[in-house]
């Protein structure tokens, strides 16, 4: 249930791909290469497939399964990638998981999903992987921090009102939002996982001026929603921050937290 178009997750793909923590993706290569062959990944909220595409060449031979729940973004990622015999795709609800598609998976992979997703889901998720020894890549879950190198008075109203409503339902029950990358660490550790993680911030210049452009844009429902802010004053600072996307040394920084846990063998 990833919510999401495909035209926004084409737009933010080179951005991920660009935060991702490189100490992480390097311990989660050498963990794979070690595990017995065949490798089997599988990748939740796949969406178009963009963590396939970043971590496929990292892990040439394994098998994928991607996982989503919305037909069109799955259509999309089999456009893309085309007939693989190694990819399989799967149409699920991750709240009724059919949990045979764990049948010899070696690690779970996710990419800004988790922070959508409420401490009961992601209670019931990790205990179904330590119940069967399957490792996780959880990547670039929002942790709440968002700046911009230059400054406006209303910023920290701004990312307060967001915050708050990232807590929301997203379609996995009462968000954690910011608070997915702590409680997922805490989670893991306690499961018998052992844990590594990293930060993986998105660093928005002018090279990525529509995607700022559009991140803005998708900050207008979550203010409303919240409702204190102004509408006047949150436009005043919306046209302030339009102004800035395509200024030399103006950057977005919003902040993620890349996580790997893998079980104890």
Same mark, same amino acid.
């Given at each position: 249930? !990833?919510?999401?178009?495909? $035209? ?45 595409? @970043?971590?496929?060449?990292? +892990?040439?031979?394994?098998?994928? %399964?991607?996982?989503?729940?919305? #037909? ?11 007939? #693989? ?16 598609? /764990? ?7 996710? @990419?800004? /999903? ?13 205990? =179904? /992987?330590?119940?069967? %020894? ?10 709440? =921090? ?8 209303? &910023?920290?109203?701004?990312?307060? $009102? ?7 339902? =997203? ?10 990358? &702590? ?10 996982? @052992?844990? %590594? ?37 949150? =436009? ?13 040394? !103006? +950057?977005?920084? +919003? ?11």
């Amino acid at each position: 249930m !990833s919510g999401f178009d495909k $035209d926004w997750l084409k737009l933010r793909e080179p951005a991920d791909r660009g935060a991702r923590s490189v100490s992480l993706l390097d311990t989660f290569t050498q963990y794979l290469s070690l595990r017995p062959q065949p490798r089997t990944i599988m990748d939740i909220g796949c969406g178009t497939g963009s963590t396939y595409r @970043s971590l496929s060449p990292l +892990v040439p031979g394994a098998t994928w %399964k991607l996982l989503d729940y919305e #037909v069109a973004l799955l259509d999309e990622a089999q456009r893309q990638i085309g007939a #693989v015999e190694s990819v399989e795709f799967h149409r699920q609800d991750l709240n009724h998981l059919d949990e045979t598609l /764990l049948d010899g998976v070696d690690i779970v992979t996710a @990419s800004a /999903l988790f922070d959508l997703c409420s401490a009961e889901f992601c209670d019931l998720f990790v205990e =179904k /992987l330590a119940a069967r %020894k399957i490792g996780l890549y959880a990547a670039l879950n929002y942790d709440g =921090k968002m700046e911009w190198t230059v400054p406006h008075p209303l &910023d920290g109203q701004i990312v307060e $009102d967001f915050n708050q409503h990232q807590r929301f339902d =997203k379609g996995f029950g009462p968000a954690l939002g910011p608070d997915a990358s &702590d409680h997922l660490s805490t989670l893991c550790r306690a499961s018998g996982f @052992s844990v %590594k993680s990293a930060e993986s911030p998105w660093r928005l210049g002018t090279d990525m001026a529509q995607l700022q452009t559009d991140f803005l844009e998708g900050l207008q429902r979550p203010v409303h929603e919240i409702g204190n802010t102004d509408d006047d004053v949150f =436009k005043e600072w919306l046209d302030f921050r339009r102004l800035h996307t395509g200024v030399e040394g !103006s +950057v977005c920084i +919003v902040g993620h937290t890349d996580i790997l846990a893998v079980p104890h063998h």
